[in-house]
């Protein structure tokens, strides 16, 4: 079975670019949640999406937005960056189901505002 | 009320010996409670997961104990092995409904052979 899949791996953003990331899900997952991993803040989540609906929300600015396709698919995106949003984004997937809350997360798509 | 406090932040252990991670959390809604390992330019792996209802859990070398009275959780590695070097993390959430993880600070850990 194959894993959550992140792309792209790598990303060289400028100061007021946007950026979008995606994440595949396992397949059968329905959730996909994403969180922004720091050396100072830690991992701090920004959103879940489940079944194309955004389902809980972080304490993030509003620059920083989701979606989910039919196919579980997510993508994030992030505008107007800023050298403070330089981090390692991570989503996580589950099924989402009642009592099975085990996530797996990717690799991580690590970006870097300059 | 959604932070889960996780010391030490590092930890060296001798190849052999027991590694000990310590988890407090405040909002006693949480009733999920796994434990995550990353290695350097990997994504979080799950682990090990604990319920509030169970006091501990062991899979192989890994086991959760967990005491609800005091809201801490931990995790101990029997018989440390160096390529358990890593970074753990706890976290906390919910077993039902939205699936929002509160994580640790993180605990790096090194084993020295």
């Known amino acids: 079975k194959a894993g959550v899949t992140q792309t792209p791996r790598y990303l060289i953003k400028t100061r007021g670019q946007q950026v979008t990331l995606s994440c595949s899900p396992i397949?059968?997952?329905?959730?996909v949640s994403w969180y922004q991993q720091t050396p100072g803040q830690g991992l701090q989540f920004l959103f879940e999406?489940?079944?194309?609906?955004?389902?809980n929300k972080g304490n993030f600015p509003g620059r920083f937005s989701g979606r989910q396709f039919s196919n579980s698919r997510s993508e994030m995106n992030v505008s107007t960056l800023e050298l403070g949003d330089s981090a390692l984004y991570l989503c996580?997937?589950?099924?989402?189901?009642?009592?099975?809350?085990?996530?797996?997360f990717g690799q991580g798509t690590r970006l870097t505002v300059v | 009320q959604q932070q889960v406090k996780q010391s030490p932040q590092s930890l060296i252990v001798q190849k052999g010996g027991i590694s000990i991670i310590n988890c407090a959390y405040e909002?006693?809604?949480?009733?999920?409670f796994p434990w995550y390992q990353q290695f350097p330019g990997k994504g979080p792996a799950l682990l090990i997961a604990i319920r509030p209802d169970v006091s501990e859990k062991k899979e192989g070398r890994f086991t959760i104990s967990f005491n609800k009275s005091a809201k801490q959780f931990s995790l101990h590695i029997m018989d440390s092995q160096p390529g358990d070097s890593a970074t753990y993390f706890c976290a906390a959430g919910h077993r039902q409904g939205a699936q929002k993880l509160v994580f640790g600070q993180g605990t790096r850990l090194t084993i020295n052979p």
């Open positions: 996580a997937s589950s099924t989402g189901g009642q009592g099975s809350p085990e996530a797996f």
């Open positions: 397949s059968g997952h329905r959730s």
């Open positions: 999406y489940f079944s194309e609906t955004q389902r």
């Open positions: 909002n006693t809604a949480f009733d999920y």
